[in-house]
């Protein structure tokens, strides 16, 4: 394949005030690391998964399995903080629960 090589010397682009230019390898590193240290609900999780509640709990969230794995209480590298009480909330650390759904989606929805 024959190449045509063109030179952008004396060339000068406008960007809008509002943009700038990245390298893709940064870009990348910002796209991963804009959720560490964030927190998500269960809505914002059922909104993420497009799936019921019910379905999230039963499925997930109380699968022995999975709990064992996720839950902050029973392992220190987990990622949820269960509710202390029924009615109670649920928090998920944003970065490692949309990183193990990522990881774990096709055993998750075979073993469902």
Known sequence: MNKLIVSLENITIALPEDKVIIEKGEYEELKKNANKGKYMTMNELLELLSVSRHWLIEHILYRPS??????????????????????????FLASKTKEYFEKNFREILIEA
């Open 66 to 91: 999975i709990k064992q794995e996720i839950d902050i209480e029973q392992n220190p590298k987990g990622f949820v903080k269960y509710p202390s009480a029924q009615g109670g909330k649920y928090l």
